[in-house]
């Protein structure tokens, strides 16, 4: 079965660094993907970025990336430029058929 | 973009009561989910569905729990006889395949039970 560890509960930021979000994973599915899911205080679940177990270069989307390192079962989110907007829950989550999440870490950037 | 839309947003309940709960998932999707997220914890899996039956369920899921796509959009959670602790938020996702890029999540329905 697939297994999600987020061991940060919560990290501080200030507005325009970089902050990373840890994330490791645990399946024995050859083929999964892999995402990262925002949660605003207004409870929605607003998908980030996905990065495929095949997959050989990182996966971007402007400034989110992730830092798959696929011997080690991780799949950090990497945020550039951090904006008082950032701040929300973050959750990891894998596949290879229902998402199964991590327990969140909670984002607070600060000015 | 499409988007999975969910009803009602919120819902207050009696304990006892059956409550519906209601999602239309993207046109072109196969694969329905409901999930469930008590306050402040990780969004947990409720069931899976594919070609009109339940392709997986997890042990939350039991037999108060029911899912059902009455017509070609719409999909529903049903909670026969609800609990205090099915005090929850409740989010339909969907997605056009399994394990890899896509799966979209509607806004959720808040269920408070009192």
């Known amino acids: 079965a697939q297994k999600i560890t987020q061991t940060q509960p919560g990290m501080f930021v200030q507005e325009k660094e970089a902050v990373t979000l840890d994330c490791t994973y645990d399946t024995s599915d050859p083929s999964y993907g892999l995402f990262w899911y925002k949660q605003p205080s207004s409870g929605e679940m607003i998908f980030l970025i996905y990065?495929?177990?095949?997959?050989?270069q990182n996966a971007t989307e402007g400034r989110y990336s992730l830092n798959f390192q696929k011997a080690r079962k991780s799949a950090n989110l990497v945020i550039s430029a951090s904006q008082l907007g950032d701040s929300a829950m973050y959750f990891c989550?894998?596949?290879?058929?229902?998402?199964?999440f991590g327990t969140g870490t909670r984002l607070q950037v600060f000015p | 973009e499409p988007e999975v839309t969910q009803t009602p947003s919120h819902q207050v309940t009696q304990m006892g009561q059956e409550v519906i709960l209601r999602c239309v998932p993207i046109?072109?999707?196969?694969?329905f989910y409901w999930y469930r997220q008590i306050l402040g914890q990780k969004v947990e899996f409720l069931v899976s569905?594919?070609?009109?039956?339940?392709?997986?369920k997890s042990e939350i899921f039991d037999d108060q729990f029911s899912v059902e796509r009455p017509d070609g959009s719409n999909f529903t959670l049903k909670i026969r006889s609800t609990k205090l602790e099915d005090s929850a938020m409740y989010f339909c996702a969907s997605s056009e395949v399994q394990g890899f890029y896509g799966y979209t999540f509607g806004s959720g329905t808040r269920l408070t039970v009192v």
């Open positions: 989550a894998t596949t290879p058929n229902k998402l199964i």
């Open positions: 990065q495929g177990s095949y997959d050989q």
């Open positions: 046109s072109n999707h196969l694969y």
């Open positions: 569905f594919y070609n009109n039956e339940i392709s997986e």
